[in-house]
């Protein structure tokens, strides 16, 4: 008994523009799980977050999308605020560096080490 053509392929018999109706709303429910899941985690991520701005207070989807892009922006400014200060703390050292270096060769020029020199040059040391 061989099986019929008609029970082992039943997608055989439906043209390609049927079978991608049959399968467009199923990938979109796929599409849209993703995009649900997505959102579910962000707000669980940001779970403390939302809170302090919006206590007590169901947060729909778009509403955790707008609050993630903000806190999202907030912090991207914070490490860029973080990032120029330890560049101005660095370039501060690197400038009182140079200047210590400009002060000993000056002070070394001077074969003659009076007192101030010498309270100088311990002050610099420190």
């Known amino acids: 008994m061989a099986p019929s053509a008609v029970f082992m392929e039943p ?12 399968r ?3 990938v ?6 993703r995009i ?3 959102i579910e985690q962000l ?3 940001l779970e403390k977050e939302f809170q302090r701005h919006q206590p007590n ?6 509403d955790v999308l707008e609050m993630t892009v903000s806190y999202l922006k907030q912090q991207s400014q914070l490490q ?8 101005s703390q660095f370039d501060f050292r690197e400038g009182y560096s140079r200047c210590l270096q400009e002060a000993f ?5 001077h074969k003659v080490r009076t007192e101030t020199q010498t309270k100088l040059l311990s002050h610099f040391q420190k």
Do not use: C, G, Y
């Open 36 to 38: 649900n899941s997505s």
């Open 80 to 87: 860029m605020k973080r990032s120029f200060h330890k560049s």
């Open 28 to 33: 979109e429910k796929m599409r849209r799980d």
């Open 105 to 109: 060769h000056f002070l070394s020029l």
């Open 24 to 26: 467009k709303p199923v």
């Open 11 to 22: 997608d055989s018999l439906l043209t390609p523009k049927e079978k991608n109706k049959l």
């Open 57 to 62: 207070s169901k947060l729909e989807k778009a």
């Open 43 to 45: 707000k669980l991520l």
